[in-house]
């Protein structure tokens, strides 16, 4: 079955530094990889995906993630968070098999200090 | 913009009320998604749609909730009856390739 952990729950990171969220992942096969924002109040909204090909993926609002097979991992970086940035990211893998079904990550709540 | 729309919003009931709440896919999507989010829970998995036929429900308590297509324009979640323990975000998303889902912005329910 597939899993996925996101080891941090919170990050506080000050506006204009960087931020990595970490995203490990369970899966037999070649996984398709997401991360996805919500802002409070608000749905997920997706990021960026990876399902083959090179292994960093760029995607909206300056984010981008590296599939690296070895550790089973699909961190997501920016290199200079704004205040915007604060809100909750949810890595999640899916899987051709799976059709459409995503399994999610626990989330890590992201606060950007001034 | 093609969006996933949710209604209502927001939804405050009491405790043995039928909730029924609706999701509108983006037009030509073929799978369907409804997810509910707790504090306590996280994000699951209730159950999902393809080209309107249900493909898994297993996420979903069968006792009192159902869900339905009852065209590829319209999904449906309903509760019958509900309960305090059911307050939550209901997020309904659409998709039509593997893995990328659109999700609406979420109903929020509150039982009393």
């Known amino acids: 079955a597939q899993s996925v952990t996101q080891p941090d729950i919170h990050i506080t990171v000050s506006e204009g530094a960087s931020l990595e969220l970490r995203c490990n992942y369970s899966?037999?096969?070649?996984?398709?990889l997401f991360w996805y924002v919500q802002s409070p109040g608000q749905g997920l909204q997706l990021l960026l995906k990876?399902?083959?090909?090179?292994?960093l993926v760029q995607g909206i609002k300056g984010f981008e993630a590296e599939f690296k097979r070895s550790q089973s991992s699909f961190n997501l970086r920016k290199p200079s968070v704004h205040w915007s940035d604060a809100a909750e990211y949810f890595c999640?893998?899916?899987?051709?098999?799976?059709?459409?079904?995503?399994?999610f990550g626990g989330g890590t709540r992201v606060l950007v200090k001034p | 913009d093609a969006r996933v729309t949710q209604t209502p919003r927001h939804k405050v009931t009491e405790m043995g009320q039928e909730v029924t709440m609706r999701c509108q896919p983006i037009?030509?999507?073929?799978?369907v998604f409804w997810y509910r989010q707790t504090m306590m829970q996280g994000l699951e998995l209730l159950a999902y749609?393809?080209?309107?036929?249900?493909?898994?429900d297993s996420g979903m308590p069968k006792d009192r909730f159902s869900a339905e297509m009852p065209d590829a324009t319209l999904a449906t979640l309903k509760i019958q009856p509900s309960e305090p323990r059911d307050s939550a975000v209901y997020f309904c998303?659409?998709?039509?390739?593997?893995?990328?889902?659109?999700f609406g912005p979420g109903t929020r329910l509150l039982v009393l």
């Open positions: 998303a659409s998709g039509i390739r593997v893995g990328t889902q659109y």
């Open positions: 899966y037999g096969a070649t996984p398709y």
């Open positions: 990876y399902f083959s090909g090179d292994t």
């Open positions: 999640a893998v899916g899987a051709q098999a799976a059709g459409n079904k995503l399994t």
């Open positions: 037009l030509g999507h073929n799978t």
């Open positions: 749609f393809r080209n309107r036929a249900p493909l898994d």
